[in-house]
């Protein structure tokens, strides 16, 4: 979940226009935001559209929310002015970290909350949308202090400097190791023997890509005026979007952008590549699945106001859009947009008129049959967690292998019962209230693995509990039940460990052992801390399903 | 009239005082029922009863554990009998605090042993005390005075009962011959009832009512809603699988492998120790995947996609659904899902979702919000309903759903949208299918009135039981 913390007064700026706390928080659930809290000037607003890397300033919200408000339309205005600079990438780096775009934005105009809405654009842009660093990360510097060209390329992990935040040098091995950006992201890195900076004609480290800039030319405060971005990574289009969103936010804080030379060893690109895309969509079908009826002049309008230019030509529609996002996909990506606009509370629900018969799974009308059969015997049914203790789990397994998690959330759970009496037994051994006589059933999933097969399986459990039991109690139970389902079944000789011996069984139909039966041993019971005699039946549904003459 | 207990009782009650346990042992009738019986006749005026109260003196457990291993200081005097001296230090392994501070001042002050250089050293063998715990006498408590925990005091009632002129009356004219006590099959057969009386009940007793079968709340809740989406017209989907494949489960769902968990919680999934893959999907659906995959996200790692995992959101077997769905079509599911999370009253790993799909021709968001506000009515059972724009991976257009519900206000409920044409693609499916899920736990615990998630799950039998 990304969630942001923004400056209220820096948003109303932008917009030219001050909310209310009840405002903000409608436009904002327009444009797939939340405001989460607000307290005195900082608002929280969570960003629920990952997709919209644009979003995570105050200056694309602000963007997105003036075309909701109607205060400004169509593609935002943009300019983009050459520049003598350039960046030089060495042909060694391609093996380690392959890509890296840059751009210069001068006459930036900064105060706190500018700053800090600017780090946290390039921290929520390098934890989401650049997978913790690993595809993106981004650098701002301070251009006055860097002599161009700019090289990036590796260097050995002993070369020092001195990294932001610290006073005196470091080696790039000891960043890694020592410091907390270093060990958080070392493992994008630990593969390879040398590690990439970016370094000035005067041979000052800029940074230490995607670990850490420098203390000096790295380091940005609220008399920053010329900026110098670096974003690097793995992947060409996306290093691109975030540099697109980067200079078009600084631009909004009032900056010029410049393009720079990025000159690879086997080609040539000028960055930021931003610019309006152009897109054709097939006008029937959006106004087929659109499902209101809306002129043309209405859909271009609705789009305007989505920061997008829109016109008709031969049934076509023509849309372009400045490439800060890049989720325009198909036609239902501009249905959603013009709906957004028209707003969707304003839309009126179809009743809709598709005529289908309703029907439970046959599954589930056995176990409600199955169910209503042991209410009627006057059993309670309680119903546990599928995940159980392992330990618990043991204590009854035989021949099944039990499923762990490799991930537990706590050791009450870190296993699927192997069987339903599992999970009654944790309960009990959790919460020792019984009231005498107690009938109880459950009826729900199992799972294990047998023969390397995963197993998954509905079952029945019955567990009687009084002053005295015998296995007669779940007999007369179990009997009752395969009458009112019309099934034959016959009980064998078993060994179970968890029961008494000589006083328990196996369940029988068609010759085929669906279950248990018999009087619950004390010496597990013990082991639980569980101080009630039972005794009980678990049969397997799914087997018995087979025999079920259904015709409910 | 008194019943035949009653006259039982008052048949051995004569002038003298007789108490509880005496009458009790004489009839071989259980205390407290003789007791009860005893206060019948009291208001009956057939008896006098008086109450006596009386300390008496009891060992606590630990009393009893000194009487059967005896005294801490005896157990200390007897390993410096056979050590002659020990470091201090060592003693405290041995001993809890206040056992040995209480055991060396006492056995020091009797001149058992000395403590030199923080070394206790024997000298001479004396009494303790532990014979004195087996009956409890005056002797016993001075001697045990001021020491806390072994001897408790406890107050004892004992009952007192004889007959009055009243109920020597009644007791003489007592026929037990000329009444039925039992209704008995034989009383029937044998037409005793012709000639006799019934003894007269007392049917105002106070007795336990009877035990009940009951279905479990929060499960007889989810079906009342599979009984609304039925009624609605709705199929039960009957592909639910709680181990399915990391394919299912998020691959062919348009979501690309390499999103940080944590972003999506979908993607807080549980994975499994043992089965590391599994094979449960169809092959040409798989190569679909993994071209759109390569396509949108650029990257697709077939051993992720076959990773095992417990289902972490029921939209999977919605997918499932659409590998043989017929159109037109609607379909629902109220089945478990787990993802991991810190456990709390607002939160458990394991929950409910009901998810649907609606397949059909033609079919546009504004249908969508038809069935939304259908759905709000009949299973939210709440009037207002308001629509936001949401992200889904899965859906464009995606909306969330909030409705007012009558105690709690406005309250997000659910979200929903139209399959991604580049998903349902993937299923050779070439028309609309709507899609949305409701959060059914929340709302059982309105309906169910408690505060606490993890309450959903039976955690007290007994409760369930009364």
Known sequence: MVVLDVSLNELYKLLNKKLSEEELSEYLLNIKCELDEINGNNAKIEVKDFNRIDLYSLTGIARELKGILNIENGIPKFEIKDSPYSLIVDKEISNVRPYIVGAIVKNVKLNEDRLKDLIQL?????????????????????????????????????????????????SLREILE??????????????????????????????????????????????TKNIFIDVSGTDLEKILLALNVIVLALKDFGGEIYSINVIYPDKKIKTPELKIIKKEMDLNKIKKYLGIELDDKKIVEYLNRKRMNAKIENNKLIIEYLNYRDDILSEYDIIEEILISYGYNNLKPREIKIYTKGELS?????????????????????????????????????DREIIELINPASSSYNSIRVYLLSSFLQLLSENNELKFPAKI???????????????????????????EVSVNDSLKVLKRLFKELEIDFDIRNSNHKFLIDGRQGDIFVNNENIGWIGEIDPNILEKLDIKYPLTGFEISIKELMKYIKYDI | MISEIEYKVLSILNDNWKNLDEISNELNIEKYKVLRTLGFLKEKGLIELREEKIKKYELTELGKKYLKEGLP?????????????????????????????????????????KIENGKVIYIKEIETYEKYLENINENTIKLFKGRKGIIEEKEETIYYAKINEKGKEILKNYKPEEYIEKYTKEVIDKKIYKNKKFRPYDIRINIEEENIGRYNPYLEFLDKIREELISMGFKEMDKYNMIISHFWDLDCLFIPQDHPAGDISIMDAFYIKNIQYIEDFPKDLFENVKKTQLKYFKTFDENISKRAMLISHDTAISARTLLNAEKPGKYFLIEKVFRYDTIDAKHFIEFNQLEGIVLDDNLTFLDLLGILKELVVNVVKAKNIKFYPAYFPFTEPSVEVYAEHPKLGWIEVGGAGVFREELLKQFNINYPVLAWGLGVDRLATIYLNINDIRELHTRNIKKLQE
Not at chain 1, 134 to 154: M, R, S
Not at chain 1, 374 to 379: D, L, S
């Open chain 1, 178 to 223: 020592n410091t907390e950006p270093g060990k958080k992201y070392a493992n994008i890195l630990n593969k390879y023997n040398k590690y990439p900076i970016l370094i000035d004609s005067n041979n000052n480290i800029i940074s230490f890509p995607p670990i850490i800039n420098s203390n000096k030319i790295g380091k940005l405060d609220i008399n």
């Open chain 1, 122 to 170: 390039q921290e929520k842009i390098s934890q989401s949308f650049g997978r913790n660093r690993q595809k993106v990360a981004i650098g701002t510097h301070n251009f006055d202090l860097i002599e161009f060209p700019v090289y990036y390329k590796l260097a050995d992990p002993e070369t020092k400097f001195i990294p932001l935040g610290f006073d005196k040098e470091l």
């Open chain 1, 441 to 467: 059933f459950e009826l729900n999933r199992v799972s294990y693995i047998k023969n390397n097969k995963i197993i998954e399986d509905l079952d029945l459990l019955y567990i009687y509990s009084n002053y």
């Open chain 1, 362 to 398: 046959k599954e589930r009308k056995i176990i409600n049959n199955i169910r209503k059969i042991m209410v009627n015997m006057g059993c309670i049914e309680i119903y546990t967690p599928i995940l159980s203790n392992k330990d618990i789990n043991s204590l009854l397994n035989e």
């Open chain 2, 73 to 113: 200081e005896r157990r200390l005097l007897n390993l410096l009998k056979e050590r002659k001296e020990i470091n201090l230090e060592e003693l405290n392994k041995y001993f809890n605090k206040d056992e040995l501070a209480f055991s060396l001042g006492f056995l020091r002050k009797n001149g058992a042993i």
